[in-house]
């Protein structure tokens, strides 16, 4: 430490850490970037936040969406902690990055929602492929995203719709990873352990088949570049909110950044949580 200032910390000593080392880091700054690889073991949520007014419709839309929107908690309007994924967290400040949508359009991104933060707003956060990282680890699954910095899973609006909830509609959102042939079959069956962490994929093989034409033309993540000899799988992914904020119009929704998520103390287990 250095003028009272803590020290900036790398991915390798995060990936290590408890999730409540992690928040603090990110609630300090020390850390900005993307949560991949960090606090290898536990939950990563999506986090979506919307007016009370509001929440019982997308209560619904995650019910009726459970590939794209699995639950993890819910909080009490106006409470930034969440009772059962973190308490004591807070969401206003415990995440690197947030989206602002208003109308329907991205208005502003932000580092922190203490300005804008009301007694009314309810946080839903759902599971999250970043999540299985561990998991991934440990069976050798070397998907791009875990063996280099560079790289981070790309998202796509697909072709398949979303089952609507009150205002909530909107294209299921499908995150892309190149899978080795040698490895499909593991991959399939270990992801489809994880439900809460979008379960096994919804689409495998030839990506025009859910509206995917071209996969360099990416709408989140970074693009990628599939190496020979893999095949193209695709999983449900909790950006689906974003794309209904967009779809939806809602007036407002507030939402991680992509790829900016929320750690929880939640250890990622095969079994829902009691």
């Excluded at 020390?30 to 509001?54: C, D, M, S, Y």
């Excluded at 902690?81 to 602002?100: E, H, K, N, Q, V």
């Excluded at 020979?228 to 950006?239: D, L, M, N, R, S």
């Excluded at 689906?240 to 939402?255: K, L, N, Y």
Aim: some cysteine; proline content about 10%; charged content about 20%.
């Amino acid at each position: 430490m250095m003028d009272g200032v803590p020290p900036v910390l790398d991915r390798e000593a995060l990936s290590r850490a408890p999730p409540h080392a992690v928040r603090e880091a990110i609630r300090e700054r020390r850390w900005t970037g993307n949560t991949k690889r960090l606090a290898l073991g536990f939950h990563q949520a999506n986090v979506t936040i919307v007016p009370e007014r509001h929440a019982f419709d997308f209560m619904r839309f995650c019910q009726r969406n459970p590939r794209s929107l699995p639950l993890l908690d819910v909080t009490d309007p106006g409470d930034p902690s969440p009772p059962i994924a973190a308490p004591g967290a807070d969401l206003r400040t415990d995440i690197p990055a947030f989206c602002i949508y208003r109308n329907g359009v991205l208005a502003e991104r932000v580092t922190d929602l203490s300005a804008v933060w009301r007694s009314d707003h309810v946080a839903f956060l759902t599971g999250c492929n970043l999540s299985m990282d561990q998991v991934l680890i440990e069976a050798g699954i070397a998907f791009p995203h875990l063996v280099r910095e560079d790289a981070f899973p790309a998202q796509y609006r697909s072709s398949l719709a979303a089952r609507a909830a009150g205002v909530f509609q909107g294209p299921v959102v499908l995150s892309y990873r190149p899978v080795p042939e040698a490895q499909l079959l593991r991959v399939i069956e270990l992801t489809s352990r994880f439900p809460l962490c979008h379960g096994g994929p919804v689409h495998i093989g030839d990506p025009s088949r859910v509206g995917i034409t071209d996969l360099a033309a990416i709408d989140w993540g970074r693009r990628p570049d599939p190496a020979p000899g893999t095949v193209p799988c695709f999983w449900a992914c909790g950006i689906t909110a974003q794309a209904a904020a967009e779809a939806s119009g809602i007036p407002e929704m507030i939402t991680h950044a992509p790829g900016h998520m929320f750690v929880t103390d939640l250890p990622v287990s095969d079994r829902s949580f009691g």
